[in-house]
């Protein structure tokens, strides 16, 4: 379905879980970034929470608000992100992606990495959304190269998100009251790839496991850099790449956001 707009794409530094409720400076961001967005039609998030050996699409109608996590408080345990599904959608993604056997997933719902940002984003839950997942047993250059096989769905009004961290290193995060600064090796690793995002030079943060200490450090686990290079795999020539979110959390996650368009 044709749409008037062609929707940004986005990726997300999620960081911390309590971000869903509280009130801090990212999630300003956030719901900012909801009120000036044109209104997609749906929203394909994908999130570093669902990491299976698998590529699955969720299909349901009333896809369940999953807390997949634990040790926080009830307050979070009770957030409910009621937004309808898009089975039509799901089966358009599976449509794009037939060179990939995507399977149409009833059990998932949403994971953290999506509603604690869509709460903040669009807190009515009245815009459709679904969740790709991440085959954990293929490389990033396979994830990068079956993502831009989604990028007709900008122009049917389609929200592609990315939610993870560029850096997430939770060993040697601070867990502690007192606010820490961050680590070299992650600003190091921030600074390198926003110079190669403004750049447009993708190739080697595809490559990322390519580039040393900093991004040994910075994603020691793929799961939280991966929806990165889904968004990456958005981008259309000459469209300029921003940052509408930046800072870092407990020294060693970045709460960077990346939007394209």
Not at 5 to 20: E, L, V
Not at 80 to 106: E, F, K, T
Not at 150 to 155: E, N, T
Not at 162 to 189: I, K, M
Request: charged fraction near 15%.
């Amino acid at each position: 379905m044709p749409h008037a707009t062609r929707m940004p794409a986005i990726f997300f530094g999620h960081g911390n879980p309590m971000n869903a409720v509280q009130d801090n400076a990212y999630t300003r961001r956030w719901a900012a970034l909801g009120a000036a967005l044109p209104q997609p039609r749906a929203v394909l998030c994908i999130s570093a929470h669902w990491y299976v050996p698998a590529a699955a699409v969720t299909a349901n109608a009333q896809p369940r608000t999953i807390h997949d996590f634990g040790g926080f408080p009830r307050e979070l345990h009770e957030v409910q992100y009621p937004s309808p599904g898009a089975p039509d959608l799901a089966a358009r993604v599976a449509q794009l992606l037939a060179s990939v056997p995507v399977g149409l997933d009833q059990g998932w719902g949403l994971d953290h990495g999506t509603w604690s940002i869509l709460v903040h984003m669009y807190p009515n839950a009245n815009i459709p959304v679904i969740q790709l997942s991440i085959d954990e047993t293929k490389e990033a250059s396979w994830h990068y190269e079956v993502a831009r096989q989604l990028a007709p769905l900008r122009d049917e009004g389609v929200l592609i998100i990315g939610s993870g961290n560029l850096v997430h290193n939770l060993h040697t995060y601070s867990w502690g009251r007192h606010e820490a600064e961050p680590y070299d090796w992650a600003v190091r690793f921030e600074t390198m790839a926003r110079e190669l995002l403004l750049a447009g030079n993708f190739a080697p943060l595809v490559a990322y496991e390519t580039l040393g200490r900093d991004a040994t450090l910075s994603a020691p686990t793929p799961e939280h850099y991966l929806p990165l290079i889904y968004v990456l795999a958005q981008h259309h020539k000459h469209e300029p790449v921003s940052f509408p979110v930046e800072g870092f959390d407990g020294g060693s996650i970045s709460m960077l956001a990346v939007q394209l368009g």
